[in-house]
């Protein structure tokens, strides 16, 4: 089955820098690569997700990169507030017909934003 | 996101004993989904259904059990089987579109914490 690995596991940024977190995944199939962002008490809530004939998709300060080679995508997000505060979750799908969204799931990164 | 529901939002159960947890959405979602959730490992997949009276197991079904007897509920049972059951655990659902199954959208409920005395 399908492994999703993600780095970091925790990420501290000043307000205004950039932030990176970075997912690789095993299965060659995954064509559909979903980010969620979980605030602190809260339900994950999908914030960008990008399909497999795209490299880039880009969302006001959010962006996601796909490299189907390499099997490894990232999710940019510039300008930080103190509201990106959260933990943000990377997922793959192979999305294939006659399957439900079957999604596997990194472990999650926990972004700080500091002041 | 609020079309879906959960409860209780927590729930303790003494050793031994199954306890079943509620998941009803108002989307006119197909498929349906529970997560398990622990510190530091992310979101793993215990069931899920694509169709009412239709589910398949997930990554970690072992001591769990699910109906899906309508459309709108998609109840998840902690049996007394399964080993470790403190977590927190979400149901989540989403559109089922032929040819397009894996690009739908999963909207998740506010969860449901299970602490076992």
């Known amino acids: 089955g399908e492994n999703v690995e993600q780095h970091p596991s925790t990420l501290s940024v000043q307000e205004g820098d950039s932030a990176v977190i970075k997912c690789t995944y095993s299965d060659s199939a995954s064509n559909y690569f979903p980010w969620y962002k979980q605030e602190l008490g809260k339900r994950p809530q999908l914030i960008i997700d990008i399909r497999s004939n795209v490299g880039e998709k880009k969302d006001q300060r959010i962006a996601v990169t796909l490299n189907k080679t390499a099997k490894h995508f990232s999710l940019h997000i510039t300008e930080t507030q103190p509201e990106d505060s959260a933990v943000y979750f990377c997922?793959?799908?192979?999305?294939?017909?006659?399957?439900?969204?079957?999604?596997?799931f990194g472990t999650g990164t926990r972004l700080q934003v500091t002041l | 996101d609020g079309g879906i529901t959960q409860s209780p939002k927590y729930l303790f159960r003494k050793e031994g004993q199954n306890v079943t947890l509620s998941c009803e959405q108002n989307?006119?979602?197909?498929?349906m989904y529970w997560y398990r959730q622990d510190p530091g490992q992310g979101l793993r997949l215990i069931y899920y259904?694509?169709?009412?009276?239709?589910?398949q197991k997930g990554d970690i079904a072992e001591g769990y059990s699910v109906s899906r007897e309508k459309k709108e509920s998609f109840p998840l049972t902690v049996t007394s089987a399964q080993k470790n059951p403190t977590a927190f655990y979400l149901c989540a659902s989403s559109h089922w579109t032929s040819g397009r199954a894996g690009y739908n959208e999963q909207f998740f409920g506010p969860g449901t914490r299970l602490t076992v005395l």
């Open positions: 997922a793959a799908s192979s999305g294939n017909t006659g399957t439900a969204s079957k999604l596997t």
């Open positions: 989307l006119n979602h197909d498929a």
């Open positions: 259904s694509q169709i009412v009276n239709d589910f």
